[in-house]
């Protein structure tokens, strides 16, 4: 039989949780290294991890690096306990972080401080109240097309699946253009978010991260990654820190992310770390696929194909 073709998914913000991945640094030894550098990087980071408080967590610069070490240590328990590879790997946003890790691209200390410092630079980027974000039900087309002719900014921050798309901007921007898409019939839900992500107004934080992201380190790809703003395959490490930055004020393109590993042959999805979030995107963009969720010691001993 041949190996199956194996996608791995790595999850974004808002998959976080007090607890998330502390069970598997008990059963392998792999993630429990994770996590030991974790704190030696950014020292308090594993405490916050593993026992809260939840508001300190969920803030933006705790909580990007917090999801990086507990999906990598989720995507290396898993590695060590059924020796297999992926094909290919995909990341929400921050996720593309650990999907980088995962493919030896760039070392987990690198990642734990890039997604820091992102984090920082992203919080700081627009004054409280300033942004918004909403969640829209319907035609992508029709939300592209009501952003390109809104005032301010207001644009398309991801497209998460066939028919839900989170619109990202200047807050008076943002209504005014949900209350044009209901208007047109479709829904839009506004978002409890700290900070309008992935638009212009991330702009600063772009600019402040690039030098480190070209400074950076990368290493060769032990198999490809399909990147958020181009949803195409990479595999050479010299556009990796173009990529990264273009990330934070471009869209995700989830729904042609997934669509490209479908054309690759992908036989199973495996999101890595806490949250089902992105298993439940992939069946929304192509209904039938198989999805399987490793985030926890149960999850890993349980694995099977």
Not at 78 to 97: D, I, R
Not at 175 to 192: M, N, Q, T, Y
Not at 213 to 224: I, K
Request: proline letters at 6%.
């Amino acid at each position: 039989m041949s190996a199956p073709k194996i996608a791995a998914l790595f999850p974004g913000q808002g998959s976080h949780a007090v607890g998330m991945g502390a069970d598997l640094t008990r059963t392998f030894a792999q993630a429990e290294e994770v996590y030991a550098t974790a704190e030696r990087t950014l020292p308090g980071l594993r405490g916050l991890i593993e026992a809260g408080p939840l508001g300190e967590l969920t803030l933006t610069a705790n909580q990007q690096p917090a999801l990086v070490a507990a999906s990598v240590a989720a995507y290396r328990a898993w590695q060590a306990h059924t020796g297999l590879t992926p094909m290919v790997a995909a990341g929400h946003s921050l996720g593309e972080y650990s999907a980088l890790v995962a493919a030896g691209v760039l070392d987990l200390e690198a990642a734990l401080r890039l997604t820091r410092k992102r984090g920082e630079l992203m919080q700081r980027a627009v004054p409280e109240g300033v942004g918004a974000m909403s969640a829209v039900m319907g035609d992508p087309a029709v939300v592209a097309e009501v952003c390109a002719g809104s005032r301010g900014v207001v644009q398309p921050a991801n497209f998460n699946a066939p028919t839900q798309t989170v619109i990202s901007g200047e807050k008076a921007a943002v209504d005014a253009a949900s209350a044009e898409l209901k208007a047109r019939g479709l829904k839009a839900i506004p978002l409890k978010v700290s900070a309008p992500f992935h638009c212009e107004l991330m702009r600063p934080a772009a600019e402040g991260l690039s030098p480190e992201l070209h400074a950076a380190e990368y290493g060769p790809f032990l198999f490809p990654v399909v990147a958020n703003v181009s949803a195409e395959l990479v595999d050479d490490p010299r556009h990796t820190a173009g990529l990264l930055e273009r990330q934070i004020t471009g869209s995700v393109r989830w729904v042609e992310t997934v669509q490209t590993l479908g054309e690759l042959g992908v036989d199973v999805f495996v999101e890595f770390g806490p949250g089902t979030v992105l298993s439940g995107l992939v069946k929304r963009i192509l209904p039938g696929a198989r999805t399987m969720n490793v985030g926890s010691t149960e999850q890993v001993q349980a694995f099977g194909l």
